[in-house]
């Protein structure tokens, strides 16, 4: 009868100790899925009106939770931020927030996610809409850190052939960005 005590307390603690160390690893598992998720990255971001000051070129991304793209594109973009975040301000504006609905009017913001240039004094250089390959947003944060992207007021500026539609932009307080004007 002692050996069956022994041998029972003794799975008992195996099982415990099994289920500490699974429970250790789902939360550091979690946490570093976290570190990559947009909520975490749009808390870590440079507030816009700092980042348009602080003479550092700066990417604004505008995006939302539940934007499919946005959630796949958002592991690269940590890397992204990872690697430039020390030469380039990188702002985070969530199109479901009303608070950014004057930006969202700016910059014409139709579609996510939608990602603004600014060079070192805050002045809008470019802007690109859906899915970037990462690959194409270092090559574009590397020719903004070094002032190859010229802006379309500048003579330099390559033009591309664009439609004469210009439609009306409202803004009023009921709007949303996803309302489409309803």
Same mark, same amino acid.
């Given at each position: 009868m002692q050996v069956n005590f022994s041998v029972e307390r003794m799975r008992n603690l195996a099982i415990a100790l099994v289920s500490i160390v699974l429970v250790v690893a789902l939360s550091l598992s979690v946490r570093a899925q976290d570190g990559d998720s947009l909520t975490a990255q749009a808390t870590r971001s440079q507030p816009i009106d700092i980042a348009l000051s602080n003479g550092k070129p700066t990417l604004v991304e505008f995006y939302a939770d539940w934007c499919g793209v946005c959630q796949s594109m958002s592991k690269d973009l940590a890397a992204v931020k990872t690697e430039f975040g020390d030469r380039v301000n990188f %702002?985070?504006?969530? =199109? *479901?927030?009303? #608070?950014?609905?004057? +930006? =969202?009017? #700016?910059?014409?913001? *139709? @579609?996510?996610?939608?990602? =603004?240039?600014? *060079?070192? !004094? @805050?002045? +809008?250089? %470019? !802007? %690109?809409? @859906?899915e970037q390959p990462r690959t194409v947003l270092v090559a574009k944060l590397t020719d903004l850190i070094e002032g190859k992207i010229a802006t379309s007021s500048q003579p330099s500026a390559p033009k591309g052939e664009t439609s004469q539609f210009n439609p009306k932009v409202t803004n009023t307080p009921n709007d949303a960005p996803r309302a489409h004007g309803v």
């Amino acid at each position: 009868m002692q050996v069956n005590f022994s041998v029972e307390r003794m799975r008992n603690l195996a099982i415990a100790l099994v289920s500490i160390v699974l429970v250790v690893a789902l939360s550091l598992s979690v946490r570093a899925q976290d570190g990559d998720s947009l909520t975490a990255q749009a808390t870590r971001s440079q507030p816009i009106d700092i980042a348009l000051s602080n003479g550092k070129p700066t990417l604004v991304e505008f995006y939302a939770d539940w934007c499919g793209v946005c959630q796949s594109m958002s592991k690269d973009l940590a890397a992204v931020k990872t690697e430039f975040g020390d030469r380039v301000n990188f %702002a985070m504006l969530n =199109v *479901d927030n009303t #608070k950014w609905l004057p +930006e =969202v009017t #700016k910059y014409r913001v *139709d @579609g996510i996610p939608h990602f =603004v240039f600014f *060079d070192r !004094q @805050g002045t +809008e250089i %470019a !802007q %690109a809409i @859906g899915e970037q390959p990462r690959t194409v947003l270092v090559a574009k944060l590397t020719d903004l850190i070094e002032g190859k992207i010229a802006t379309s007021s500048q003579p330099s500026a390559p033009k591309g052939e664009t439609s004469q539609f210009n439609p009306k932009v409202t803004n009023t307080p009921n709007d949303a960005p996803r309302a489409h004007g309803v």
